[in-house]
């Protein structure tokens, strides 16, 4: 099976996510529109991945220690299942060691796993991650989402960064 991440599951922070302002409707609208595909080898998903790499070490400090303003912390990472890879977000991030767990906030489609469930894996799965910035009333981090993003039109582009404060300019 081809990798591949979309819109409605890298969207999933805003259904976890009940702050008023960030957590309204897009996750509607996503269910009943197809969703949108993209290649994890995509020059886009690329870049998106080595962002968050980037950002992956000053994230998880902030996580560890969040300050007051800030929520919801969660991190999107590979999940395999014999020839099957899916990417789920996971929030209440834990450190064990050189592990971390979270649990499990989207509804896989592979079987090995189950929303809610806790879940184990290494820092170097992690190929994205996110918080809201309550001050600013913004979405932090989240780049795979923005690689998703350019395969929509302007206009729906413009609607979700304004609606959830996602900045895709960074």
Known sequence: MQPFLMLSAALMIFVTAPVSALSQSFMDKAKKDSAVEMNDEEPAMQKAMERARTGLDDFLRKAGSPPSDTDYYSVKVRVREGDNLEYLWLSNLKAK??????????????????????????????????????????????????????????????????????????
């Open 97 to 170: 060691g050189e592990m971390w767990s979270g649990r499990i906030d989207n509804i896989p489609m592979i079987r090995s796993v189950k929303k809610g469930q806790s879940y184990s894996f290494a820092k170097s799965e992690i190929v994205d991650w996110t918080y809201i910035d309550r001050a600013k009333k913004k979405i932090v981090g989240n780049f795979t989402t923005c690689a998703l993003l350019t395969k929509e039109p302007p206009d729906v582009v413009q609607k979700i960064q304004t609606q959830y404060g996602l900045d895709c300019d960074r």
